[in-house]
């Protein structure tokens, strides 16, 4: 298997998670980091042990040495850098969402087939052991025919007035925040765990926190403190409070609903499956357990443990029962899937969205998206969503 050479765009929140999911993998080498200048990008990269620095996305990308590029930048910047890369012929990993719109999400996708490079989209949330499980379960039979599939992503992060993230600028961000954003993993995980496709949707995107202070000089990281400098007010016209219908491609339907300003909720994504045999529920914060329900016998907890899960899906725990594995290692389990297959040299047309997220992956759930702000801006009705 080749030994790879990575080089990452964007080190703000997310940025260093990747970085340190890829370094345990042993395979890949972390060989240069871009950011938005090169004090920041030099300041980065020493944080982070990683040892080239480059103050643009173009320079690390015209580096001969390194075959992939992973792009952890605001969403605004995923279009233009992922179109680059792909110029230069270079695998891409994008961060979610895919992009602000659509119809960028489609331009990436046909550049990408076109130049034939890997391309992935990191929906994290998958590769979860229990998830793994969970969806096994589904595929096999277990929970019966799906029929109501719902949840939430809820956290507290916008709580405030004086809280502010690029999120809330939709020339930034895309039109829609919590649903494109916290939605975005949400409707990817409902569609993987159950194998069907969101058909139609009916939003209510809500803007709870109408006015927000906007730092004047400071660019302000996602989930950074309020430094106390200078704001302006700004107008919010994205969501922050958002409830969403779906019908899924069986008659099976939906429900969720996602904030980012409900106080004491940190990273609480829950999915539920109810189907015609059994239920089962899944909460990111409970990383380990999987809910299964039944009507004629009792209910389950079924732990993560290697020894009990599928054998298809083994390899998804790395450590033993009663060992908590969560977050950062479903991460790496995600770019594991990813980067072997680019390792060893795969064709990128044979890339399923399976074993890792893809920008066809990405550009659906996009396409969801789009069809949620549709949705409201025609008085909150029924509307398709557009596959093209
Ligand atoms: N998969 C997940 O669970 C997850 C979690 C958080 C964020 N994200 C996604 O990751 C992306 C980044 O989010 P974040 O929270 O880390 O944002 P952030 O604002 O914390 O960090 C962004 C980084 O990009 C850098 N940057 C800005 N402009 C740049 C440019 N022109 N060239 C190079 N670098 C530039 C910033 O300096 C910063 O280091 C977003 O698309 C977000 O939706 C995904």
Redesign the pocket.
């Known amino acids: 298997m080749k030994r790879l050479k990575y080089g990452i ?7 260093p ?1 990747h970085i340190e999911a890829v370094r345990r993998l042993g395979f890949v080498e972390i060989a240069a980091l ?4 090169s004090d ?2 030099r300041r ?1 990269a020493a944080q982070l042990f990683v040892p080239r620095a480059y103050g ?2 173009e320079e690390l990308i015209a580096d001969p040495a390194i075959d992939v590029v992973d ?5 605004w ?2 279009h233009r ?1 992922a179109l680059a890369a792909i110029a230069a012929r270079k695998h891409v990993i ?4 895919m992009a602000t719109t659509a119809a960028q999400a489609r331009e990436m996708l046909e550049a990408a087939h076109e130049a034939s490079v890997v391309n992935a989209i ?4 998958r590769y979860f052991p229990v998830v793994q499980q969970a969806r096994v379960m589904i595929h096999r039979g277990d929970v019966g025919q799906v029929r109501f599939v719902h949840g939430h992503y809820m956290q507290d992060w916008l709580l405030y007035e004086t809280d502010f ?3 809330l600028e939709p020339d930034k ?1 895309g039109p829609a925040c919590v649903a494109g ?1 916290a939605g ?2 949400w409707f990817d995980l409902a569609q993987h765990l159950t194998g069907l496709r969101v058909e139609s949707v009916l939003a209510d995107l809500t803007t709870a926190i109408k006015i927000r202070k906007r730092p004047v000089a400071e ?6 403190e309020n430094s106390g400098g200078a704001t302006e007010n700004f107008t919010v016209m994205v969501d922050d409070l958002s409830s969403v219908l779906l019908r899924f491609n069986n008659g099976a339907v939906g429900n969720f609903f996602g904030c980012q300003l409900c106080a004491g909720h940190k990273n609480d994504l829950r999915i539920e499956v109810n189907g015609s045999r059994h239920s089962l529920a899944w909460e990111q914060e409970r990383p380990g357990e999987l809910w299964i329900g039944r009507r004629g016998a009792s209910n389950e907890t079924f732990l993560k443990d290697p020894a009990l899960l599928d054998p298809s899906v083994r390899h998804y725990a790395a450590l033993p029962g009663g060992h908590n594995e969560a ?1 950062p290692d479903a ?1 790496r389990n995600l770019m594991r899937n990813v980067l072997t297959f680019i390792a060893e040299g795969r064709d990128p047309a044979s890339a399923d969205g399976e074993l890792f997220p893809t920008f066809a992956t990405g550009y659906r759930v996009a396409a969801i998206v789009d069809a949620l702000v549709r949705s409201q801006r025609q008085g909150s009705h029924w509307v398709e969503v557009d596959y093209r």
């Open positions: 765009v964007g080190a703000g929140f997310v940025g998670h871009a950011d938005a200048n920041l990008a980065k643009s996305y792009i952890a930048t605001p969403t910047l995923h850098i994008v961060d979610k969402p990191t929906f994290n949330y993230s690029w999120r961000a954003d975005a993993h660019w302000r990281e996602a989930f950074a977050w991460f």
